[in-house]
C-alpha cells in the first residue's frame, strides 16, 4: 500500500507516535502534501475529544492535498464558492498552501456501532487547535486549516 506510514508529530526535538497515516492525507493519484502542524492540531483535537467522550474518538480525513486538476473537478461538481457553490478557487487544499488544510468527520464506538460526533462539537474541538474552521457543511464535515501556524 502506498504512503501507507504512520506519522510523527513534536516540539523542540520530541516526537511522538501520531494516529495518522501519509496515506490518508493523499488526493486519488496517489500524491500527498501535508504540513506538520496540520498533523500537531489533528493529534491535539483527537486528544480533547477523547477526554470530551471519555473512550477512544477517531477522526477520519475526508479530504486534505489537492492539485489544481483535482480542485477544478470538485468545483464543477459542487460548484464555486463564488457562484453559490461548496469549493473554493482558491482553495486552502492546494498545493501551493502546502498542505495546511483537512475536511474532517469524527467518530466513537458505542457498543458495535460507530457514532458520529456532531458538527459542532467538531468544530469547537477544532478551534482551540487550528488557525480557521470552516462548519456549515450539510454532510456534516468540518474545514481547518492552519493558514498561520504553517508559515513560522
Request: glycine letters at 8%; aromatic letters at 10%.
Amino acid at each position: 500500500m502506498r504512503n501507507n506510514l504512520f506519522l510523527l508529530w513534536g516540539d523542540w526535538g520530541r516526537e511522538y507516535g501520531c494516529h495518522f497515516r501519509l496515506s490518508e492525507f493523499e488526493n486519488a493519484d496517489g500524491l500527498v502534501m501535508v504540513n506538520p502542524s496540520v498533523v500537531r492540531s489533528l493529534e491535539l483535537t483527537r486528544f480533547v475529544l477523547c477526554q470530551q467522550y471519555d473512550r477512544e474518538v477517531q477522526i477520519i480525513i475526508k479530504d486534505a492535498f489537492r492539485t489544481e486538476a483535482d480542485n477544478n473537478r470538485l468545483g464543477e461538481k459542487l460548484g464555486w464558492t463564488d457562484e453559490g457553490g461548496l469549493v473554493a478557487r482558491d482553495s486552502k487544499h492546494l498545493a501551493k498552501y502546502g498542505g495546511i488544510a483537512v475536511d474532517i468527520v469524527a467518530r466513537y464506538r458505542e457498543g458495535d456501532k460507530w457514532i458520529r460526533v456532531p458538527q459542532e462539537i467538531l468544530a469547537a474541538a477544532c478551534r482551540d487547535h487550528f488557525d480557521y474552521v470552516k462548519a456549515d457543511y450539510k454532510d456534516g464535515h468540518v474545514h481547518a486549516d492552519n493558514r498561520e501556524r504553517s508559515k513560522g
